[in-house]
Nanobody
């Protein structure tokens, strides 16, 4: 069974940083790209903010200045670090595996319909 579990969400002050984790089970990170999505409070739409392809390290980030992606292959975990957090970063963060297209590329990279496996989400709140 393919599963993803997010963790690391917290209440953070503006200007702070946070590292979110996405642990995969039932498959290897090399099998599928992993993307992060943010769902703002009160919004139904999930916004794609990053993608990471473990096989060659290729990635895409919506904010290259504040987002850092890394992975621990031994633990089968992908990390998303967000720095200089602002209130607009508040939301539920989900990771998802792109099962049918094994690249961090294409216009559909931020389309949630492209992703077949999702975690349950982790809450990030940026507030003073």
């Amino acid at each position: 069974q393919l599963q993803l579990v997010e963790s690391g969400g917290a209440l953070v002050q503006p200007g702070g940083s946070l590292r979110l984790s996405c642990a995969a089970s039932g498959f290897s990170l090399d099998d599928y790209p992993i993307s992060w999505f943010r769902q703002a409070p009160g919004k139904e739409q999930r916004e794609g903010i990053s993608c990471f392809r473990s096989r060659d390290g290729s990635n895409w980030r919506a904010d290259e200045g504040r987002y850092t992606i890394s992975a621990d292959a031994a633990k089968n975990v992908v990390y998303l670090q967000i720095s200089n957090l602002a209130s607009e970063d508040t939301g539920t963060y989900f990771c998802a595996a792109r099962i049918d297209f094994p690249y961090c590329a294409g216009a559909e990279i931020t389309d949630p319909r492209e992703y077949g496996v999702w975690g349950q989400g982790t809450q990030v709140t940026v507030s003073s």
